[in-house]
T-cell receptor, first 123, second 111 residues
Framework: QVQLLESGPRLVKPSETLSLTCSVS????????WAWIRQPPGKGLEWIGY???????NYNPSLESRVTMSVDTSKNQFSLKLSSVTAADTAVYYCARGPLHIATPGTWWFDPWRQGTLVTVSS | QSALTQPASVSGSPGQSITISCTGT?????????VSWYQQHPGKAPKLMISDVNNRPAGVSNRFSGSKSGNTASLTISGLQAEDEAEYYC???????????FGGGTKVTVL
């Protein structure tokens, strides 16, 4: 049973870079896709991007200029960096597996999701 | 403005059935069987309830079912229980550079 654990600062200053890491346990990060999704307080879900363990990534066009995702297979971790943050980037950030699944081709879903980290952008 | 349209709220009495709709376009919901549904209780992470339109993951109650007609997908909860009170989100693959879209969420209230 794959489990995810997020880590990273909960408070980021405006114009700085938000950095989060998701550690994978109970399974290998290899041959899988991994995603970041966020949810502003009281609002809906927004897809940020997803990355294959090899490093190939796809980002939400609305965030693409500021987003970088990476994978460290030696640590079984994947990471998110979001630059030039503003108050609008304040949200709960979730890491999840998916949406593509090599083991079950032709499927598209996110599971599991980590509990989520509230990151506040404020000076 | 969310990419997929869901009703803001749906309510029902215990034991009843309710249906939540999720309307998109031929570039997402209507064009592919890649619709998934997530349940989110307050302060918790979303939980996958239905994948690929109508597949129920192991451990999810068979009271939850999914379907699709044209550009609209639906999640039906039968035998409504108090524990079903939560926010529900649909999501779909989109054939564009956006790739992943979500609905705005539907608050389910058990009366």
């Amino acid at each position: 049973q794959v489990q995810l654990l997020e880590s990273g600062p909960r408070l980021v200053k405006p114009s700085e870079t938000l950095s989060l890491t998701c550690s994978v346990s109970g399974g290998s990060i290899s041959s899988k896709y991994w995603a970041w999704i966020r949810q502003p307080p009281g609002k809906g879900l927004e897809w940020i991007g997803y990355i294959y363990y090899s490093g190939s990534a796809n980002y939400n066009p609305s965030l693409e200029s500021r987003v970088t995702m990476s994978v460290d297979t030696s640590k079984n971790q994947f990471s998110l960096k979001l630059s030039s943050v503003t108050a609008a980037d304040t949200a709960v950030y979730y890491c999840a597996r998916g949406p593509l699944h090599i083991a079950t081709p032709g499927t598209w879903w996110f599971d599991p999701w980590r509990q989520g980290t509230l990151v506040t952008v404020s000076s | 403005q969310s990419a997929l349209t869901q009703p803001a709220s749906v309510s029902g009495s215990p034991g009843q059935s309710i249906t939540i709709s999720c309307t998109g376009t031929s570039s997402d919901v209507g064009g592919f069987n890649y619709v998934s549904w997530y349940q989110q209780h307050p302060g918790k992470a979303p939980k996958l309830m239905i994948s690929d339109v109508n597949n129920r993951p192991a451990g999810v109650s068979n009271r939850f079912s999914g379907s699709k007609s044209g550009n609209t997908a639906s999640l039906t909860i039968s035998g409504l229980q108090a524990e079903d009170e939560a926010e529900y989100y649909c999501s779909s693959y989109r054939r564009s550079n956006t790739l992943v879209v979500f609905g705005g969420g539907t608050k389910v209230t058990v009366l």
